[in-house]
């Protein structure tokens, strides 16, 4: 099955640089990187240049207009050509089974739903300086959670790779019922599910309410389930100092008034009007 990983990136292209080396380390081979950039960064297309004998590589940008992450998402949708949809941020690291073992388990009509390992400070810093590869980290992942344990913000639990494959996960895990619902940075669905309520609604102005929360209960109404891929489809969020809350009030007051409407399939999407 073909795969799409959707990259968004936005004006750090040290760190987008090293998710894609952590791209061209995947066991899975049937996949083409789609970098969603929200701006048009002539150095992002020549850090891309060096990297298309290795990963095949689609650009999608537009210019800098503000905060229009939904709309690029939107574009890089629109360029896929991948049947299966892989989202993830571009600052978080994949797991070098985080293809594969989402491909084993999915289905049409689901969505999943992953979680992320919250990397501290200095293990984000040994691995920006080139001084520790994120397959070592996750080869000696048990050695780094004896530290990260300690540290509740980490969340290191959700760096315990199950496969799905895999006696545990068939018997137990499969069958678990888990509270979850759709993080942006990581998640995943068919490319015609989707299209079905019709992506990113673009109608949040400054809002980061529409990457993962808006669709979530969109989803769901449309009648998808939502499953969780915690421990399947790992990611290493690379520390960085936090950034202000967009738009959280207005965004959710736009987000109850499409709800008392379900209104799930969105009207500035994917397809406009």
Same mark, same amino acid.
């Given at each position: 099955?073909?795969?799409? #990983?959707?990259?968004? =990136?936005?004006?750090?292209?040290?760190?987008?640089?090293?998710?894609?080396?952590?791209?061209?380390?995947?066991?899975?081979?049937?996949?083409?990187?789609?970098?969603?950039?929200?701006?048009?960064?002539?150095? %992002?297309?020549?850090?891309?240049? =060096?990297?298309?004998?290795?990963?095949?590589?689609?650009?999608?940008?537009?210019?800098?207009?503000?905060?229009?992450?939904? =709309?690029?998402?939107?574009?890089?949708?629109?360029?896929?050509?991948?049947?299966? +949809?892989?989202?993830?941020?571009?600052?978080?690291?994949?797991?070098?089974?985080?293809?594969?073992?989402?491909?084993?388990?999915?289905?049409?009509?689901?969505?999943?739903?992953?979680?992320? #390992?919250?990397?501290?400070?200095? %293990?984000?810093?040994?691995?920006?300086?080139?001084?520790?590869?994120?397959?070592?980290?996750?080869? @000696?992942? @048990?050695?780094?959670?004896?530290?990260?344990?300690?540290?509740?913000?980490?969340?290191?639990?959700?760096?315990?790779?199950?496969?799905?494959?895999? @006696?545990?996960?068939?018997?137990?895990?499969?069958?678990?019922?888990?509270? #979850?619902?759709? +993080?942006?940075?990581?998640?995943?669905?068919?490319?015609?599910?989707?299209?079905?309520?019709?992506?990113?609604?673009?109608?949040?102005? $400054?809002?980061?309410?529409?990457?993962?929360?808006?669709?979530?209960?969109? @989803?769901?109404?449309?009648?998808?389930?939502?499953?969780?891929?915690?421990?399947?489809?790992?990611?290493?969020?690379?520390?960085?100092?936090?950034?202000?809350?967009?738009?959280?009030? $207005?965004?959710?007051?736009?987000?109850?008034?499409?709800?008392?409407?379900?209104?799930?399939?969105?009207?500035?999407?994917?397809?406009?009007?």
């Amino acid at each position: 099955m073909k795969v799409s #990983v959707i990259v968004t =990136t936005y004006k750090d292209n040290a760190t987008l640089s090293l998710v894609l080396q952590a791209l061209m380390l995947q066991d899975y081979d049937d996949f083409e990187v789609v970098v969603a950039e929200d701006d048009d960064a002539q150095e %992002t297309a020549k850090l891309l240049q =060096t990297y298309t004998n290795k990963l095949t590589i689609k650009h999608i940008f537009h210019p800098d207009t503000g905060r229009t992450k939904t =709309t690029i998402q939107n574009k890089a949708i629109v360029a896929s050509s991948g049947e299966y +949809l892989l989202f993830i941020d571009g600052d978080v690291l994949p797991h070098s089974r985080f293809i594969s073992s989402q491909v084993m388990i999915a289905k049409k009509g689901q969505i999943l739903a992953g979680r992320r #390992v919250n990397l501290d400070k200095k %293990t984000s810093q040994a691995i920006r300086e080139g001084k520790l590869g994120v397959r070592t980290l996750e080869k @000696f992942y @048990f050695l780094f959670a004896l530290k990260f344990m300690f540290n509740k913000d980490i969340r290191w639990e959700q760096g315990l790779y199950m496969s799905p494959g895999s @006696f545990i996960y068939k018997l137990f895990l499969s069958k678990r019922k888990r509270a #979850v619902a759709i +993080l942006g940075c990581n998640w995943s669905c068919f490319k015609e599910d989707f299209v079905a309520i019709n992506g990113f609604d673009e109608g949040y102005e $400054n809002s980061s309410i529409a990457d993962d929360t808006d669709l979530d209960w969109r @989803f769901k109404m449309a009648g998808y389930s939502v499953k969780s891929s915690k421990n399947i489809a790992i990611v290493y969020h690379l520390y960085h100092e936090k950034s202000d809350t967009l738009g959280g009030e $207005n965004g959710r007051e736009q987000m109850k008034e499409r709800q008392m409407k379900n209104v799930y399939i969105c009207e500035n999407g994917i397809r406009k009007g």
